[in-house]
Nanobody, 124 residues
């Protein structure tokens, strides 16, 4: 049974930082592309960042480039998202996702497994 469990969300002031973690189990972690998505109430789930299985390549939505960093520790089966210089518009529920094969990294439907999400709230 595959499980993805996010942690590290919370309330932070604008300009602050948070580090999200996603602990994976039940899958061969180093064979999966991993990603972070976020979703605001009543809106679609949007791509934030992705990393290839061995971690050689990372991809970001333009709005977070230079502020967020995705990384993975395959020895610990854990995905991370370091978020710096947070803005109120970063407020959302953040989800981690796993894909054994993906053609379009930014497309939610490409991902087979999802975590339950963690809330990030950035106050102005």
């Amino acid at each position: 049974q595959v499980q993805l469990v996010e942690s590290g969300g919370g309330l932070v002031q604008a300009g602050g930082s948070l580090r999200l973690s996603c602990a994976a189990s039940g899958l061969t972690f180093n064979t999966y592309a991993m990603a972070w998505f976020r979703q605001e109430p009543g809106k679609e789930r949007l791509f934030v960042a992705a990393v290839t299985p061995i971690g050689g390549r990372t991809y970001y939505v333009d709005s977070v480039k230079g502020r967020f960093a995705i990384s993975r520790d395959n020895a610990k089966n854990t995905l991370y998202l370091q978020m710096n210089s947070l803005k109120p518009e970063d407020t959302a529920v953040y989800y981690c996702a796993a894909a054994s094969w993906v053609e379009v990294l930014t497309a939610p439907h490409e991902y087979e497994y999802w975590g339950q999400g963690t809330q990030v709230t950035v106050s102005s």
